[in-house]
T-cell receptor, first 113, second 113 residues
Framework: QQQVKQSPQSLIVQKGGISIINCAYENTAFDYFPWYQQFPGKGPALLIAIRPDVSEKKEGRFTISFNKSAKQFSLHIMDSQPGDSATYFC????????????FGQGTILTVHP | SQTIHQWPATLVQPVGSPLSLECTVEGTSNPNLYWYRQAAGRGLQLLFYSVGIGQISSEVPQNLSASRPQDRQFILSSKKLLLSDSGFYLCACRLGQGLGEQYFGPGTRLTVT
């Protein structure tokens, strides 16, 4: 019940295209869903996060869509750029858990110029 | 804003040797602190978390231990390293006690030979 399943494992997109990464969770107590971007050899950087009281959150080219009934959430990267090439992780936590994050396995995104 | 420092950045240690990794946080007080391990560039696993000085919770039984001697200092240790301890170790902090964002440090790459 603590798992977060992320797909696809890898994704190749052309410059200007839309990148979509999906995550699914089982634990309905999760109430905070962040996405992280990680470049090789670096620590993950918080990209965008959502709570279950909203169905969508947009920050620049990045959008989270959240479907509470389906227990799924996704990251959309619009107008994907080569500089977006990185590994993306979804995660989830619940308010009673001291902020402990459960991570998905990551998606390696490659944006071709 | 907070800044997380980790050192060393890279470390190569023989099997059976001790380990001490340090994490310090600037720009905040009384943060929640976390140690994660990332194997093979994918999947972050929570090892320890701390909500205050001297308060350590372990998530996974293993060859490692953690300590928090000061409010903004978090240390990961081992008495005798195993080959399986190799990985990328990440320190993270979360501000406040609510559903605050969690930020990661630059990481320490540990190779056990």
């Amino acid at each position: 019940q603590q798992q977060v399943k992320q797909s696809p494992q890898s994704l190749i997109v052309q410059k200007g295209g839309i990148s979509i990464i999906n995550c699914a969770y089982e634990n309905t107590a999760f109430d905070y869903f962040p996405w992280y971007q990680q470049f090789p050899g670096k620590g993950p950087a918080l990209l965008i996060a959502i709570r279950p009281d909203v169905s969508e959150k947009k920050e620049g080219r990045f959008t989270i869509s959240f479907n509470k009934s389906a227990k799924q959430f996704s990251l959309h990267i619009m107008d994907s750029q080569p500089g977006d090439s990185a590994t993306y992780f979804c995660a989830a936590s619940k308010g009673t858990s001291y902020g402990k994050l459960t991570f998905g396995q990551g998606t390696i995104l490659t944006v071709h110029p | 804003s907070q800044t997380i420092h980790q050192w060393p950045a890279t470390l190569v240690q023989p099997v059976g040797s001790p380990l001490s990794l340090e994490c310090t946080v600037e720009g905040t007080s009384n943060p929640n602190l976390y140690w994660y391990r990332q194997a093979a560039g994918r999947g972050l696993q929570l090892l320890f978390y701390s909500v205050g000085i001297g308060q350590i919770s372990s998530e996974v039984p293993q060859n490692l231990s953690a300590s928090r001697p000061q409010d903004r200092q978090f240390i990961l240790s081992s008495k005798k390293l195993l080959l399986s301890d190799s990985g990328f170790y990440l320190c993270a902090c979360r501000l406040g006690q609510g559903l605050g964002e969690q930020y990661f440090g630059p990481g320490t790459r540990l190779t056990v030979t």
